[in-house]
C-alpha cells in the first residue's frame, strides 16, 4: 500500500510511573540503581523512590468507554511513498448491536496527496449502546498509474456500563409510597455526581426525603 493509516482515542494523558528499582551500597550494583533512578528524565527529583512521575503519556489504546461517554477519535492517513495518489476518500463507520453510523466529518474526496503529506480528520461520537463496538475505517485512492487500491481496519472497544441503580418501595398505611433508590459506581475510578433526581407521572407528587428540616433548621 501506498498509504499508511493511523488510529487514536483522543483522551486526557495520564502520568507516567516510573518502577523504582534500587539497593544498598553495600550491595553489589553499589549506586548504579540509584544513580539511573537520578538520571531518568520521568521522575521527581529528590523523590526518585516514590514512584511519582513528572512526564505525561498519551493512551496506547482505547481503554475503557462508559456509556454516555463521547468517544473522540483523531484519524491520520499518511502518504508513505514518493508517489503522489489521487481521489483519497476517508470512511469512518461505527458498528453497534443495532445499527451502523457514519462518522466521517466529510464524503468528499481529496483530489491528491503529495509523498510525506497527510489527510487528518477528528470524529466525535456520544456513546449510547453497551455492548461490543467495532470503527471500521476504509480508505481508498488512486495511484499515479491508474490503478484504484482499497483497504480497511477495525478496531473494536467494549463499552460498560457506569452505574448501577437499585431500588426498594415501601408501602406506608396511608397512600404514601417511599421510593429508596441506591446509585452504585461500579467503574474502577471515582465519579462525580452532579445531579441526580426523580421525575414523577403526572398522578403523582413527589417529595425528596434526603434532607429533612426540622424546627424550621
Given at each position: ?7 487514536m ?15 544498598e551500597?553495600?550491595?553489589?550494583p ?22 511519582l512521575?513528572?512526564m505525561?503519556?498519551?493512551p ?6 462508559f456509556l454516555g461517554?463521547?468517544?473522540?477519535s483523531y ?11 489521487k481521489?483519497i476518500?476517508?470512511?469512518a ?5 443495532s ?10 474526496a ?15 461520537h456520544?456513546?449510547?449502546e ?5 470503527l471500521?475505517?476504509?480508505v ?17 472497544f ?12 415501601y ?10 433508590a ?20 403526572m398522578?403523582?407528587?413527589v417529595a425528596?426525603?434526603n434532607?429533612?428540616?426540622t424546627?424550621?433548621?
Open positions: 500500500y501506498f498509504l499508511i493509516f493511523a488510529v482515542r483522543l483522551t486526557k494523558p495520564t502520568l507516567f510511573t516510573n518502577i523504582p528499582v534500587t539497593c551500597e553495600r550491595d553489589l553499589g549506586i548504579l540503581f540509584n544513580q539511573l533512578m537520578k538520571d531518568d528524565p520521568s521522575t521527581v527529583k529528590g523523590a526518585e523512590t516514590l514512584m512521575g513528572e505525561l503519556t498519551l496506547q489504546n482505547f481503554g475503557n468507554i461517554e463521547t468517544f473522540s484519524i491520520s492517513v499518511h502518504n508513505d511513498s514518493n508517489q503522489v495518489v481521489d476518500l476517508v470512511k463507520d461505527l458498528q453497534t448491536s445499527q451502523r453510523l457514519n462518522l466521517s466529518a466529510s464524503s468528499a481529496v483530489a491528491e496527496l503529495k509523498p510525506d503529506c497527510c489527510i487528518d480528520d477528528v470524529i466525535h456520544e456513546v449510547k453497551i455492548g461490543t463496538h467495532i471500521v475505517c476504509a481508498s485512492y488512486t495511484t499515479q498509474t491508474g490503478e484504484k487500491m482499497y483497504f480497511r481496519k477495525f478496531f473494536k467494549q463499552v460498560l456500563k457506569p452505574l448501577d441503580v437499585k431500588t426498594k418501595f408501602n406506608a398505611e396511608t397512600d404514601e409510597v417511599f421510593l429508596e441506591q446509585i452504585q459506581n461500579i467503574t474502577t475510578s471515582p465519579m462525580f455526581m452532579e445531579k441526580v433526581s426523580l421525575e414523577p407521572s398522578m403523582y407528587n425528596e426525603l434532607t429533612v428540616d424546627a424550621g433548621e
